[in-house]
Every structure is written in C-alpha cells, then in structure tokens.
C-alpha cells in the first residue's frame, strides 16, 4: 500500500516562496512517477507539474514552468515542489500524486490528503 503525505503548505506574500513535500510510504517508490495537483476554490483540479522514477525527466504546466520545480530523492522517498515567485492565482490546496504508468498526462493511482497555499496580494 502507498500513502502520500504533504507537509510545507501556509500563507505566504506574493512574489515569496515555499516548498511543499511529499513523504511516501511503500517500497515500490521508486516504480511510481510522481507528481503535484492543485484545486482552486470553484475549479477542477489542475496538474501542476510531475517528475519520472529516476528523476531525469519532468513536466510542467504552462502556468507554472519557470516558476515552479519539481525533484525527488530516491533514498529518502520523499518529492518536493519548489515555488517561487507566487502569485494570488496560485492559492489552492495542493495535491500529491503517483502514477505506476505516466510521467504525463498522469492519471494518478494514489493521492495525498493535500496541503493549503494560500499567497496574499
């Protein structure tokens, strides 16, 4: 069984920065690319950006690339997300994902509970 678990969320200014983890359970980590979502107030959750087993290859979305940076440390199977930059637009509650099959798109097999950003104008 694979558990997901997000820490780091929080209030921040914008233009700040914050750094969410992902702490995963399960010896089978290193089989899984990993990922992050985010669902906004009154929207559909979004993929955010996603990393592969080995960590090589990542994949943003548009919103994000430039901003945003995914990694992942295999020893410690935990994934971070590295945010920069931020923008009110960014405040959501964000999700952490893992996929058996897809860098991307990712259909994620497992989810995290998720974590609040919020980011004041």
């Known amino acids: 069984q694979v558990q997901l678990v997000e820490s780091g969320g929080g209030l921040v200014q914008a233009g700040g920065s914050l750094r969410l983890t992902c702490a995963v359970s399960g010896r089978t980590f290193t089989t899984y690319a990993m990922g992050w979502f985010r669902q906004a107030p009154g929207k559909d959750r979004e993929f955010v950006a996603s990393?592969?087993?080995?960590?090589?290859?990542?994949h943003y979305a548009s919103s994000v690339k430039g901003r945003f940076t995914i990694s992942r440390d295999n020893a410690k199977n935990t994934v971070d997300l590295q945010m920069s930059s931020l923008k009110p637009d960014d405040t959501a509650v964000y999700y952490c994902?893992?996929?058996?099959?897809?860098?991307?798109?990712?259909?994620?097999?497992?989810w995290g509970q998720g974590t609040q950003v919020t980011v004041s104008s």
């Open positions: 994902a893992a996929d058996r099959a897809s860098l991307f798109p990712m259909v994620p097999d497992h």
């Open positions: 990393v592969s087993w080995s960590g090589s290859m990542t």
